[in-house]
């Protein structure tokens, strides 16, 4: 199993990396997870759009899910006639991106596979857990256990629960949300969560490795690093592009790409 980050800014894209989104390949199989704002060209750099085998949407926010709309339009208009593509999200969190073309000028390029958040399945050599978690919307933290057992957990967008250290149980590499450092502003702190926090769940799940994203843009790296080791014994690092990981290697090892633990936005230091 190996994880390609693509992005990983909150809220919206900066000039030196774009929102959410994650190539996970497992078994020459390839899931896009959450193809927020700006994450189609790094992708692209690396694959070509018809080699997506399924896309994975934890909700519907676009800094999540915006950028499968130029994926899908690639794939309809880019000549190479693909099989249509599955895609696997909360009923209802895609409808406003698939609704941005005429009306089913995608059709016969998308087949929608609703995810009730609890429910377990199967996607390609992926077994797939999902567990409702506390955000604006409705949004399914999920847990992928590959054929030889690596185990991947990932929050998406979440607030403060219970659930998420059961989401990660044990897991070679949890990718937690991380918005601030210390604390969320109160308006928000039913729906996001901190560093610290993150570091403290993942203490509590006996996770092997924990990576930060969806950090707040113009946030220090190194202050939510710093948060999260008051709490995590294990390797902390933050989600930036082209860091390459590989869950059950080892302690998730690391084994391609910038450290993921600048200085600050757009200044990694070097491991």
């Given at each position: 199993m190996e994880l390609t980050v693509l992005g990983g800014r909150g809220a919206w894209p900066t000039p030196d990396q774009g929102c959410s989104g994650y190539l996970l390949v497992c078994d020459g199989f390839r899931l896009l997870l959450d193809p927020g704002y700006a994450t189609l060209p790094p992708l692209l750099a690396r694959i070509r759009p018809e080699d997506v085998d399924a896309v994975l949407v934890t909700h519907g926010h676009p800094d999540h899910c915006a950028d499968l709309n130029p994926l899908l339009r690639a794939r309809a208009l880019g000549g190479s006639a693909p099989p249509p593509l599955p895609l696997y999200s909360p009923p209802g969190a895609l409808d406003a991106v698939l609704a941005l073309d005429r009306p089913g000028m995608l059709d016969g390029f998308r087949t929608p596979h609703g995810i009730t958040a609890g429910a377990r399945l199967r996607i390609g050599p992926f077994d797939v857990e999902t567990r409702l978690l506390p955000h604006f919307v409705p949004n399914a933290g999920v847990r992928l256990t590959g054929p030889c057992g690596a185990v991947?957990?990932?929050?998406?967008?979440?607030?403060?629960?219970?659930?998420?250290?059961?989401?990660?149980?044990?897991?070679?590499?949890?990718?937690?949300?991380?918005?601030?450092?210390?604390?969320?502003?109160?308006?928000?702190?039913?729906?996001?969560?901190?560093?610290?926090?993150?570091?403290?769940?993942?203490?509590?799940?006996?996770?092997?490795?924990?990576?930060?994203?969806?950090?707040?843009?113009?946030?220090?790296?190194?202050?939510?690093?710093?948060?999260?080791?008051?709490?995590?014994?294990?390797?902390?690092?933050?989600?930036?592009?082209?860091?390459?990981?590989?869950?059950?290697?080892?302690?998730?090892a690391e084994v391609g790409g910038p450290c993921a633990e600048p200085g600050g936005p757009g200044e990694p230091d070097r491991c």
């Open positions: 991947f957990a990932y929050t998406g967008d979440t607030g403060p629960s219970p659930e998420v250290p059961e989401l990660a149980r044990n897991a070679d590499l949890f990718l937690s949300e991380a918005t601030h450092p210390e604390t969320v502003p109160p308006e928000d702190a039913a729906h996001l969560l901190s560093a610290r926090l993150a570091g403290r769940y993942a203490q509590q799940a006996g996770a092997a490795r924990l990576l930060l994203t969806h950090l707040w843009p113009g946030t220090p790296h190194r202050d939510a690093v710093r948060a999260a080791r008051d709490s995590f014994a294990g390797p902390v690092s933050v989600a930036v592009p082209g860091t390459v990981l590989r869950p059950g290697a080892g302690e998730s």
